[in-house]
């Protein structure tokens, strides 16, 4: 495991994906965790204010982790629940769902039509959502089949968004660190 700073790639890649939410990561700090699993390599992107990575860098510790994974960075970015929870101040891309939907979302099913109370206009096909409960908090991110004019003209029995990532995953399998 070790902890290094992001390469160009990296950083175009990281910050086209927050770009597309409208959100900037000025201010903060990235930095990559290198973690070679007996399957794949898992490149984290953690995130720290400029205090925290100073107050870290004037200790010369072998440090293991600090900061807010925000997901990892591939031949793409994904999000974790965390980075989309940073994310949330914009109200863009989001899918509110009532009591039975979230329920439903929270167990790792797809949602229904039937499910959505809200969309936001921006929804496109194929896009990926933030999904929310009627509260707006966010419990997952899923990936949209219909375009939002489209989504809750539906049969009530059709799927119009899978379930990538959902709250629920930190009960089901304990794993903390997932990102779609």
Do not use: H, Q
């Not at 495991?1 to 000025?26: C, D, H, V």
């Amino acid at each position: 495991m070790e902890l290094r700073k992001p390469n160009k790639k990296e950083l175009k890649t990281i910050f086209s994906a927050f770009k597309a939410y409208g959100f900037s990561l000025n201010g903060k700090r990235i930095i990559i965790r290198d973690i070679n699993d007996k399957k794949r390599r898992i490149k984290e992107v953690i995130m720290l204010s400029e205090d925290l990575y100073r107050f870290i860098s004037n200790f010369n510790l072998n440090w293991t982790f600090a900061g807010l994974k925000i997901g990892e960075v591939g031949k793409r970015f994904r999000f974790s629940i965390e980075g989309c929870f940073y994310i949330a101040k914009k109200k863009r891309k989001r899918v509110y769902v009532n009591d039975r939907g979230e329920m439903l979302f929270l167990y790792g099913r797809d949602l229904f039509s039937g499910s959505i109370v809200k969309v936001t206009e921006d929804v496109k096909e194929n896009d990926f959502v933030m999904v929310c409960n009627k509260d707006g908090d966010i419990i997952g991110i899923g990936k949209s089949r219909f375009d939002a004019d489209v989504m809750r003209s539906i049969e009530s029995d059709r799927v119009v968004v899978e379930n990538l990532l959902d709250r629920g995953e930190y009960l089901r399998k304990n794993k903390l660190y997932n990102a779609f």
